[in-house]
Every structure is written in C-alpha cells, then in structure tokens.
C-alpha cells in the first residue's frame, strides 16, 4: 500500500520544485512569458550581426542582435536561440533577404518567378549560381508575405527586410507592371505622341529596347520613357513592401517592428522610409562617396546628418558592407572603434560583426573586448550622446527628386554625387553643417519650411539640382528674411565652395589648425559646449591610428551659452582625463587639444 503524503507536504514540495527552476535552465523551446515591446528601439543601440553567445552580448552592451536568425526560414535551433536571449533580456531582430533564391527548396518556385535579362534569360544573385528573384512577381510576393508570417511566429522582436530596394528586371512581370502604369497616367494620344507607342497590348519594354540596339533601360534613346521605365518599378516596389509591412503587422496582432537595409541610403533606397520604424544602412568603408575613392576609415558624417534630417524620429544604425569586410582584418579592431564612435558622435546607433558574412564567402568577427572599452564608455557618459543640439550655421539641401529622377537620369546621379562632395568638403574644413531634407512630393511626401532654412545662416545647393518653383519660392523668401543661398552651378570649380561660404561674411563657428584627417561634431548642451572629436589618420600597415596633436579651436559661443566658471574637459576611452585651459575674448573661446589618438570629447562642465 502506499504511503499517502499530507496535501500541505504535497504542497510545499511541488513550490519547492518550481522555485528551484531558473529561467535559462528551461529547455530551448519551452514556452516563456515575453513581453513584445518597442520601448527598447533608442538612437545608440548597439547591435551584432550573427548568433554571438549571451557572454558577447553583455560585453558589448548590446540591445540584442539582427541578421541573425531564420535565415531560410523558421527551424527549432534558432527558435531556442531567440528564447534564449529573451530570457536574458535581449531582443532579436531577423533579417530575411528578399532576393535570393536560397532561402527555398521550391525548384518551381525559383525557375518560374526569377528575374530576366534584357535578354530573357535567368539573373544569377551577385554572380552566384542562384536565382535572383523578381520583386514584382505574383509567387515570390507571396512566398515573402509567408516567410514574414513565419518569422513572427518565430518570436522576433523585429524584422529587418533585406534587398529593400530590388525592383525586378525584364521578365514578363516586370514589362506588365509598365504598361499598368503607363496606361494610368498617359492616354492613348500622349503614349503616341511622346513615346510612338501605337497599342499597349503589344508594347514590351524590353523587346523595344533591343530593337534600338539597348543592352539596358540605360540605352533608351527616349529619356522621357527611361525615366518612366524607372518610376514605375520603383513605385511597384514601394507599394509592395508597404503592404508587406502592413500585413505583417497585422498578422503578428502584437508589437513587432519593421526595418530596413537601405544600402547607403541612396535616394532610390530613400522611398521606403515612410514604411519603418529604424533603418539599418550598409555603408561603403573603402570609398565612402562614388565620385572619391578615399583609404580607410572613410568618412560618413554626411550620412548620418542625411539620415537624421530624413526622419529625425526613426533609429539609423551603421555597418560596414559586407562586400567591404572580406578585405578587412579581424585584427584592424582600431577602425571599428572609428566607425562606432562616428556614429554615436551623430547620435546614430551600430551593428557589430560576430561570425558576420562577408561577400564571396568566410565570416567576420570583431573581438568583444577589442570594441567593449567604447561601448563601456558610451554607457558611461550619457551626458555626451543624450539631450544634445547640434550647432551649424551651414545647411546642405539634399532634395530627393533631384537626386533620384531629376530632369534626366544621369543627372540625378550626378546631384547626389555632389551632394556628398558638398558634405565631404565640409567635414575636411571643419566647418559644422547639418542636412535639410525635401521629399519629392510623390515618393516621399515631406516638404521643406522656412522655419526649418532659418535655423541656419546659410543654405547650400549641390550643383544639378532640379528645383522646382516652389522650392526656388521657398530659397528666394529665405534669401528676402537674410539668410544666404550658394549655389554650386553658380561655382565654376567646386574648390571655390569654402572662399564663397567664407565671402557671405557669416560666422561660420569654428576655426582651427586641425587636419583634415580630424572629423569634428559640436553640439549644445543646455547652457555648454561639447565637441567630439574623430581621428581619420589611420595607418594599415600599423593597424592603428596616428595621433594628431596640438589641435587649437577658436569656437563662437552661441546666444544662451555662458562658459564663464565653467571646466573644459578632455575625456576619451583611449586616455586619462585632462583638465584643459581656455580663453575667451570677443563671444568666442580658444583652446588647445594636445592629443587625440582616436576618439575624443572635448566638453565644458
């Protein structure tokens, strides 16, 4: 007969059990309260490509991870790894790829729905032997609506759609999407009229061009229906990833946000922005403009400032490119440091590489405790990343339509490429700036206000741009209220932009005696000054940085900043503290800087 325990020992002893149970003693795929949230989303997030254990998390400071899980779709391995860190207390953001076609087995489904050549014939991904995939395709779209379902019912926090921007090639799809959007906009008159096009149930765009001798839409002798060729894709596109980010959400009936990878934030990325809640941006580390090719590190202060004026309320986070990483030693941790600290001097966040993927095949990672003296560092001092206002009297105009369509195609490349001269040339004189941004009106609709020119003193135009009569309106009240107005075309080299800045006779905030290896953001804090300081000057062969010293500053005091009584401070995560001297004498004040090895923050306290 057994023995009957007393039901209080019962009791007691199956309390007993449960207490002794610890979360991550659970097993991997074992059901666990979560809380779905968007309170961890912040400008300065850190976070790591890959499936780092919880220890390189907690080293690094990291929100959690992204591109790191469900790959090619949902499977129990990465399930429990998304349990796993969410009961540590980090998020998980996948990141499936919308391109290519080794994210399924379904060999139909591949040969059926993949892009064309002008030609015809199957597109190959990045010169792999898999297909590249068609956007605008019936079956691929609803093979991504599926996989995005999966990858909510996977637990992600978030979902990072990759290849945001493919807009398909020549396949019939593709051809039809055209002639739907040529039908809307044009009548059968203006299609003859403008294009020569007779019946639209017979034009294919892509046997046109080969009758004109056209190897792509680039050898379309009518630029008028080129221009058109491109709007169409590009609006096709938006509109499915729009209803891609909508149904996602509706399906997911809880928290989980949208990014995306909009590679080098170039204009034709841009349009989709409307849709996110943060932006994950590859950024060229080897040639950081198209026009310059420039040694490592690279320079991007002028994306970030792009990004922030585009949607100032949506997380922009920096990465090296994949296609960059394969030529980069896990030993030049050194320019990890540069990029992490260039971005949050932007008040951007950051993606670190564990066992990261580099283009043609290998892996990349970056030592936790090679970058965790930053990351420590950042978490130390929020005082000089939060709560902060930049101080610039220039502002460069970045207008989306002249950068993406313009009046010809070729010269919307050209804008944007002047765009980042502009920026580049800016950041090399030391003179503070900041980007004002004007949607296109159709593919993003944010305009452009006079009181937003106003902040600043002077406003700068890249040279081809395509302004509009409401934008030139816009310039001219500006100009009629005081402010000045340069416009590069008026220029006939673009080394005459810093005399014409200078020769407006506006206090432009700043000079120095620094190199232009030295990258500087100024901000305002309260009723202070901070001033972040990056080292360019990086020496391969050494795998570090050179120091660059003795840096005098002379910086005009802005109305509303009293510096009297105040200490400046020199504090860096590569050196001791320094209490430095300083003057002041007219509204301004001088100082020296003896040394900046890689990343420093100069600030008044």
């Not at 000079?511 to 804090?525: F, I, K």
Request: hydrophobic share 40%.
């Amino acid at each position: 007969m057994r023995k009957i325990l007393p039901a209080a020992l019962v009791a007691v002893l199956l309390l007993a059990a449960v207490l002794s149970l610890r979360p991550w003693e659970k097993r991997e795929g074992e059901e666990f309260p979560y809380t779905f949230t968007r309170g961890w989303l912040k400008k300065g997030n850190v976070w790591v490509f890959g499936q780092p254990p919880l220890e390189y998390l907690r080293e690094v400071g990291a929100t959690g991870t992204t591109w790191s899980v469900y790959f090619g779709g949902v499977n129990e391995d990465d399930r429990g790894y998304v349990n796993k860190l969410h009961r540590s207390g980090f998020v998980v953001c996948s990141g499936p790829p919308t391109v290519q076609s080794n994210t399924t087995d379904n060999k139909r489904l591949k040969e059926e729905a993949c892009e064309r050549d002008i030609y015809g014939r199957p597109l190959r991904f990045l010169g792999t032997e898999q297909y590249a995939m068609c956007g605008n395709h019936p079956l691929w779209r609803e093979f991504l609506m599926r996989r995005f379902e999966e990858h909510v019912e996977g637990g992600v926090d978030a979902i990072l759609i990759d290849e945001i921007g493919d807009t398909g090639g020549f396949c019939d799809q593709c051809m039809a999407v055209f002639n739907l959007y040529l039908a809307a906009k044009y009548t059968p008159e203006q299609l003859r009229s403008l294009f020569g096009i007779e019946n639209l149930l017979s034009f294919n765009y892509r046997l046109y061009l080969l009758e004109h001798g056209a190897t792509d839409y680039w050898g379309d002798p009518n630029q008028l229906l080129q221009l058109e060729y491109l709007k169409a894709k590009r609006l096709a596109r938006r509109e499915f990833i729009g209803e891609l980010v909508l149904h996602t959400k509706q399906v997911a009936g809880r928290e989980v946000l949208m990014g995306g990878n909009l590679y080098g934030l170039n204009p034709d990325q841009l349009i989709y922005l409307p849709y996110l809640d943060f932006v994950i941006f590859e950024m060229p580390i080897t040639s950081p403009t198209r026009s310059l090719t420039l040694p490592l590190p690279g320079k991007h202060l002028t994306t970030y400032l792009l990004g922030e004026a585009a949607a100032p309320d949506k997380p922009l986070t920096g990465f090296p490119d994949v296609f960059d990483l394969a030529g980069l030693s896990e030993e030049e941790w050194w320019l990890w440091r540069c990029w992490l600290a260039e971005a949050r001097s932007c008040g951007a966040s950051f993606l670190l590489p564990y066992r990261a993927y580099t283009h043609g095949g290998g892996a990349y990672t970056l030592p936790a405790e090679k970058i965790s003296p930053y990351t420590r560092f950042f978490a130390g001092h929020p005082q000089y990343y939060e709560n902060l206002e930049r101080v610039a009297a220039v502002a460069v105009l970045y207008d989306l339509h002249s950068t993406l369509v313009n009046r010809y195609t070729w010269r919307a490349h050209l804008a944007r490429e002047s765009f980042e001269n502009v920026g580049l040339a800016l950041q090399d004189a030391h003179l503070p700036f900041e980007v004002v941004y004007r949607g296109d009106g159709e593919f993003v609709q944010k305009p452009l206000t006079l009181e937003e020119l106003r902040r600043y003193r002077v406003v700068v135009i890249p040279r081809y741009y395509d302004l509009d009569e409401e934008a030139e309106n816009l310039l001219s009240l500006y100009s009629s209220r005081g402010g000045k107005v340069v416009r590069c075309d008026g220029l006939s080299s673009d080394s005459l932009l810093l005399p014409a800045l200078r020769g407006t006779g506006v206090d432009l905030g700043v000079e120095t005696d620094a190199p232009s290896d030295l990258g500087m953001v100024l901000y305002r804090r309260g009723d202070s000054l901070l001033l972040h300081l990056i080292n360019y000057r990086y020496d391969r062969g050494a795998r570090d940085f050179s120091d660059l010293t003795n840096l005098t500053f002379t910086l005009t005091v802005p109305e509303g900043v009293s510096l009297e009584g105040k200490t400046l401070r020199l504090v860096s995560p590569d050196a001791p503290e320094q209490e430095l001297e300083f003057s002041m004498e007219g509204g301004r004040v001088t100082f020296t800087v003896p040394s900046v090895h890689c990343y420093s923050v100069v600030s008044f306290e």
